[in-house]
C-alpha cells in the first residue's frame, strides 16, 4: 500500500473510530491534537503505528504498545470488552471494501487484525482486572480506617 493510500486508510478510520466511541465530540475534538485533544492524539499516533506495522508485515508483538495505548483509554472508560476492541473491526470494515489491495494482502492484512484483537482482549482483561483490585484495595483500605477509629475528624481532633 502506498503512503497515500494508507494515509486516506487512517483518516478513515480514525474518523469512524472517534465518531464510533465520541459521537457527541465535535469536529475540533476530532481534529486538534496535543494538549487540546490528547486521547485524539494518542488514538492517532497509535492508529498510525498499527497501519504501518500491519503494512510492513510486523508482528503484532511489535505494535502491542500501540494496541495498549487504545485499549487501555477503553477499558478504563467502562466499555465492553466487544466495544472497546471495535475499532479494529472498523478497519476490518474498510479493509474489506477496499479495492486497492489484492486479495492476497487483504487476507494478510486480515490475519493480523484478527491477532491484534485477540491481543487487544487480553489487554482489555488485564486492565479490567488492575482496576477492579484497585478498587477493592481503596475498599478494605477505608474498612480498616474505620475498624481502627480513623476517620479523617479523628486524625484531626474534632472526634
Given at each position: 500500500?502506498?503512503?497515500?493510500?494508507?494515509?486516506?486508510?487512517?483518516?478513515?478510520?480514525?474518523?469512524?473510530?472517534?465518531?464510533?466511541?465520541?459521537?457527541?465530540?465535535?469536529?475540533?475534538?476530532?481534529?486538534?491534537?496535543?494538549?487540546?485533544?490528547?486521547?485524539?492524539?494518542?488514538?492517532?499516533?497509535?492508529?498510525?503505528?498499527?497501519?504501518?506495522?500491519?503494512?510492513?508485515?510486523?508482528?503484532?508483538?511489535?505494535?502491542?504498545?500501540?494496541?495498549?495505548?487504545?485499549?487501555?483509554?477503553?477499558a478504563v472508560q467502562g466499555l465492553p470488552a466487544g466495544v472497546a476492541i471495535?475499532?479494529?473491526?472498523?478497519?476490518?470494515?474498510?479493509?474489506e471494501k477496499n479495492e486497492e489491495l489484492t486479495a492476497s494482502d487483504k487476507?494478510?492484512?486480515?490475519?493480523?487484525?484478527?491477532?491484534?484483537?485477540?491481543?487487544?482482549?487480553?489487554?482489555?482483561?488485564?486492565?479490567?482486572?488492575?482496576?477492579?483490585?484497585?478498587?477493592?484495595?481503596?475498599?478494605?483500605?477505608?474498612?480498616?480506617?474505620?475498624?481502627?477509629?480513623?476517620?479523617?475528624?479523628?486524625?484531626?481532633?474534632?472526634?
Amino acid at each position: 500500500m502506498n503512503t497515500k493510500q494508507k494515509e486516506a486508510l487512517l483518516k478513515a478510520w480514525y474518523d469512524a473510530t472517534l465518531q464510533n466511541y465520541f459521537p457527541a465530540a465535535d469536529d475540533a475534538f476530532r481534529r486538534n491534537t496535543g494538549f487540546a485533544n490528547p486521547v485524539g492524539q494518542a488514538f492517532h499516533a497509535s492508529m498510525a503505528t498499527i497501519l504501518n506495522g500491519i503494512d510492513s508485515g510486523a508482528a503484532v508483538s511489535d505494535f502491542t504498545a500501540a494496541l495498549d495505548r487504545i485499549v487501555r483509554v477503553l477499558a478504563v472508560q467502562g466499555l465492553p470488552a466487544g466495544v472497546a476492541i471495535r475499532f479494529l473491526f472498523v478497519l476490518r470494515n474498510l479493509l474489506e471494501k477496499n479495492e486497492e489491495l489484492t486479495a492476497s494482502d487483504k487476507r494478510i492484512w486480515l490475519a493480523k487484525l484478527d491477532e491484534s484483537a485477540e491481543l487487544a482482549v487480553e489487554i482489555w482483561c488485564e486492565c479490567r482486572e488492575t482496576l477492579s483490585q484497585l478498587r477493592i484495595n481503596e475498599l478494605r483500605n477505608r474498612v480498616q480506617q474505620l475498624e481502627a477509629g480513623s476517620t479523617p475528624k479523628e486524625r484531626e481532633g474534632n472526634a
